[in-house]
């Protein structure tokens, strides 16, 4: 995450779940060695500086605690998750930010034909990113779909900062050719 300039960021659950790969090298594939080392130095980043932006309602912790453990082991996620749980009422006001559910959407889901597709379960997180009033980009690991949506999003003024950039277009237009 050095070469990302901004201090705070909304943070894509498959961020901290790539990170908790590192809790067992062997089994990590070898095109994705680099990204789970690239997930888990982002997610210590955000634990010493606290940069992370989040929904006032829980949403995306809730996405977070459905997916890593609480007690914080094995992996650098699921340390986020307990780091998160213990700190998240100490981040600024500004940082948790209300977004408002709208059926399958939110409100502060941009308006913008190419996203119409767009994962509804991935929605509060560009739902977020849009409310704050600074912007923050989101981080993105491993999701291609992503990668497909990243020009309608600049359009709409979200910034997306792919961890993995390499991986995740190989594997996006893998699919492509599907």
Not at 81 to 92: D, G, I, R
Not at 133 to 150: C, F, H, N, Q
């Amino acid at each position: 995450m050095g070469k990302h300039t901004f201090s705070r960021f909304v943070v894509d659950t498959n961020v901290p779940k790539n990170a908790n790969l590192a809790s067992d090298p062997g089994s990590i594939p070898d095109e994705l060695v680099i990204c789970v080392q690239e997930c888990v130095n982002s997610i210590e980043k955000i634990m010493k500086t606290g940069g992370l932006v989040l929904d006032s309602k829980n949403e995306i912790f809730d996405e977070y605690r459905g997916q890593l453990a609480m007690k914080g082991q094995p992996g650098v996620g699921d340390r986020f998750l307990k780091w998160l749980h213990y700190n998240q009422y100490s981040f600024p006001d500004s940082d948790r930010v209300n977004i408002t559910k709208n059926g399958d959407t939110y409100d502060e889901f941009p308006d913008h034909t190419d996203l119409i597709a767009f994962d509804i379960s991935d929605r509060k997180f560009v739902a977020v990113a849009n409310a704050h009033p600074d912007k923050p980009p989101i981080l993105e690991a491993t999701d291609s779909k992503w990668w497909g949506w990243r020009n309608a999003l600049k359009e709409a003024t979200i910034s997306v900062k792919f961890i993995c950039p390499d991986y995740i277009k190989t594997k996006y237009h893998d699919k492509m050719k599907k």
